[in-house]
């Protein structure tokens, strides 16, 4: 299995901002489709935001329109999650995942590639 990371959770305040960030240490991402995940206890890892391999097609869950964007740096080889308004419910670990196939917003057992995940905690 191909291994991401992911960095740039942490705590926010309602309301706030956080930048998350996906690499690979071991392949280049840049030719992979991307996706974002979040997950919280009890429930199962739903997908966020995805983008294609160059970076011209992105989607999003209903529940973060508008407040997320998506978007790759070829030059860094890093995918990023920009969360802006963060509200409660977008607590939980967030994963990244790479795959050939686009969107990346289903977690199946054949993706390429994942990381173990960022925690954001949104709370006052």
């Known amino acids: 299995q191909l291994r991401l990371v992911e960095s740039g959770g942490g705590l926010a305040q309602p309301g706030g901002s956080l930048r998350l960030s996906c690499t690979a240490s071991?392949?280049?991402?840049?030719?992979?489709?991307v996706g974002w995940f979040r997950q919280v206890p009890g429930k199962e890892r739903e997908g966020v935001s995805s983008?294609?391999?160059?970076?011209?097609?992105?989607t999003y869950a209903d529940s973060v329109k508008g407040r997320f964007t998506v978007s790759r740096d070829t030059a860094k080889d890093t995918v990023y999650l920009q969360m802006d308004n963060l509200k409660p419910e977008d607590s939980g670990t967030y994963y990244c995942?790479?795959?050939?196939?686009?969107?990346?917003?289903?977690?199946?057992?054949?993706?390429?590639?994942w990381g173990q995940g960022t925690l954001v905690t949104v709370s006052p």
């Open positions: 983008i294609s391999s160059g970076g011209f097609s992105t």
């Open positions: 071991e392949f280049t991402l840049d030719v992979y489709n």
């Open positions: 995942a790479a795959d050939e196939e686009f969107p990346v917003m289903r977690w199946i057992p054949h993706l390429d590639a």
